[in-house]
Nanobody, 124 residues
Framework: QVQLVESGGGLVQAGGSLRLSCAAS????????MGWFRQTPGKEREFVSG????????RYADSVKGRFTISRDNAKKTVYLQMNSLMPEDTAVYYC?????????????????WGQGTQVTVSS
C-alpha cells in the first residue's frame, strides 16, 4: 500500500514558477514509477509527467515539455514537479500517482495509487 500527499500548489502569475511535491509512504516507493496528472472541471484527468523508479526514464505531455521537470528523491520518498513558465491553461488540480507496473504509464488506468490533489491557479 502506498499513500501519497501532494503539496506546493497555489496562485501564481503567468510566467511564474511553482514546485509541487508528493510525499509517499510505503516500503516499495523506490521501486515504483510515479506520475503527475491534472484535471480541470468538466474534463478528464490528463497525464502531465512520469518518472521511472530509478529516475532514468521520464515522460512528459507535449503541452508541458520544456517547461516542467519531474524528479524524485527515493531517500526522501518524494517526487517533485518543477513547473516553469506557467500559463493560465496550466490551471488545474494536480494529482500525484504511483503504479505497480515496471513501465511509466501515460494513462490514468496505469496507476494504482493517487493523492488527494493540490490546486494550481495561474492568473493572466
Amino acid at each position: 500500500q502506498v499513500q501519497l500527499v501532494e503539496s506546493g500548489g497555489g496562485l501564481v502569475q503567468a510566467g511564474g514558477s511553482l514546485r509541487l511535491s508528493c510525499a509517499a509512504s510505503g516500503r516499495t516507493f523506490s521501486k515504483q514509477p510515479m506520475g503527475w496528472f491534472r484535471q480541470t472541471p468538466g474534463k478528464e484527468r490528463e497525464f502531465v509527467s512520469g518518472i521511472s523508479w530509478g529516475g532514468g526514464t521520464t515522460r512528459y505531455a507535449d503541452s508541458v515539455k520544456g517547461r516542467f521537470t519531474i524528479s524524485r528523491d527515493n531517500a526522501k520518498k518524494t517526487v517533485y514537479l518543477q513547473m516553469n513558465s506557467l500559463m493560465p491553461e496550466d490551471t488545474a488540480v494536480y494529482y500525484c500517482a504511483a503504479t505497480s507496473r515496471l513501465i511509466v504509464p501515460t494513462y490514468e488506468d496505469g496507476y494504482d495509487y493517487w493523492g488527494q490533489g493540490t490546486q494550481v491557479t495561474v492568473s493572466s
